[in-house]
């Protein structure tokens, strides 16, 4: 980290700002805005968002003079705005990707065919993403990422997120010679399948947030998510379908999280999973096979072994979605980013209540699905459906159960979104 203050620090002396444009101006993006404003060396030069004034808010609130805002409604325009060194919103997202001084475009939707849109036209243009959208990562992150190789760019998840700090803590413990036997992340709120934007708006709308966002954090799906979105990064897989969940303190992570036979409620090692009682944080479970090491893990108060829990209190979100960029565009190197050209867990759809022949669905977060999380392996073999291809055109073609795991051939998908062409090409 000193390595990259230091380049961002001779950016900022040499005026050579990295430009970045970010899509979506909600809790997140007015967040990251007002972030990058106090980072040295960077600069929030284009904001996108289906409402103007949400993207204005973004500036302002970050201390942005309105009079250094202009309100773009072409390329030409962006461009020209930039090049006088304004501070630009538009609402047209398509040129999010392509003005001329862009380095690297952040997707902060949390749309799936929305980010996979925002991250292929971004690689088309030869502009680094970053992804505060691991909805659109977890179906279509691997095809992404091997176009993005290609494209000689950065397709990068966040840090900040979930995924993103549970990387930095695998990282950290495997580059130290600990062997990781265990991944996770703390779940926020009561596990609720029945959780609409309905029954959430209330509280949604005190913390400022979309009433299907906050039902996605309720019923699971988001959670779902982001196992799915470590799962994929590390190779490590879900023990059980839906993952355990259960409730514990930090102290006794590892004796939770260890194999059956040692007390646990592990069927295998190389899992990954949630808890709640934990959260903000995210943990990683290590253990050595030199008994030195374990004496001084005790020395040092790490607990009795023979696991131990390596646990970091808070993720910050979009709030440390600089250092991604950051890294993206002066090392060229990612934060978080798919293992293979496929993924390891899949989030699949479950059907939230009965659904009718012909009845359309709508997604994540809102009245008639939710996900949860498999191996791709499994998912494949049963024929379920990734969540992130379930939008309002998708329409049921038999009548299905609440709870019930929702297959290909239960529905007729969209076909039209970036996302399923994407998916199809990923899965040949």
């Not at 630009?88 to 949390?110: C, H, I, R, S």
């Not at 309720?218 to 355990?244: K, L, Q, S, W």
């Not at 590892?254 to 903000?280: C, F, Q, R």
Request: net charge negative; hydrophobic share 40%.
């Amino acid at each position: 980290m000193f390595g990259l203050n230091n380049k961002l620090r001779e950016l900022h002396e040499k005026n050579k700002p990295i430009r970045v444009a970010l899509v979506g101006a909600g809790l997140m993006g007015k967040g990251l805005v007002s972030q990058m404003m106090l980072v040295k060396g960077m600069k929030p030069s284009l904001v996108v968002s289906h409402k103007i004034e949400d993207a204005l808010q973004a500036y302002t609130l970050a201390g942005i003079s309105k009079d250094d805002i202009k309100i773009a409604k072409t390329l030409e325009e962006i461009n020209v705005a930039m090049e006088n060194n304004k501070f630009v919103v538009t609402d047209v997202t398509e040129y999010a990707t392509k003005p001329n001084l862009v380095d690297v475009v952040v997707d902060a939707t949390g749309v799936p065919d929305a980010g996979a849109s925002i991250a292929f036209d971004a690689i088309l243009n030869k502009k680094h993403i970053v992804m505060l959208n691991v909805e659109a990562d977890v179906v279509v992150g691997p095809i992404l990422n091997k176009l993005a190789k290609s494209a000689g760019v950065v397709y990068s998840g966040s840090a900040g997120d979930e995924p993103g700090a549970v990387q930095e803590i695998v990282d950290f413990a495997e580059a130290t010679g600990f062997e990781v036997l265990a991944i996770g992340k703390g779940k926020n709120n009561p596990l609720d399948y029945d959780a609409t934007p309905e029954s959430v708006r209330e509280q949604a709308l005190k913390s400022q947030l979309k009433p299907l966002r906050l039902a996605s954090f309720i019923d699971g799906t988001n959670t779902m998510v982001e196992m799915a979105a470590m799962a994929n990064a590390t190779g490590f897989v879900p023990d059980v379908r839906g993952g355990h969940g259960p409730t514990t303190d930090v102290k006794n992570l590892p004796k939770i999280y260890s194999l059956k036979e040692e007390g646990g409620i592990l069927n295998k090692y190389k899992v990954v999973d949630y808890a709640h009682g934990v959260a903000p944080g995210v943990f990683a479970i290590v253990t050595s096979s030199l008994p030195q090491v374990h004496h001084e893990m005790k020395f040092l108060k790490m607990g009795d072994g023979p696991n131990y829990v390596l646990y970091r209190p808070y993720h910050l979100t979009s709030l440390e979605t600089p250092i991604s960029i950051a890294r993206a565009h002066i090392y060229n190197e990612p934060t978080i980013v798919p293992l293979y050209d496929k993924p390891v867990a899949e989030v699949i759809t479950v059907a939230k209540k009965d659904l009718k022949k012909g009845q359309r669905l709508d997604g994540a977060g809102e009245y008639t699905v939710y996900g949860s999380i498999e191996t791709y392996e499994k998912a494949k073999e049963e024929n379920l459906l990734p969540i992130g291809l379930v939008n309002e055109n998708t329409i049921v073609t038999r009548d299905i159960k609440k709870g019930e795991y929702i297959t290909y051939d239960m529905v007729e998908l969209d076909k039209s979104t970036m996302i399923y062409k994407l998916r199809q090409l990923q899965d040949q």
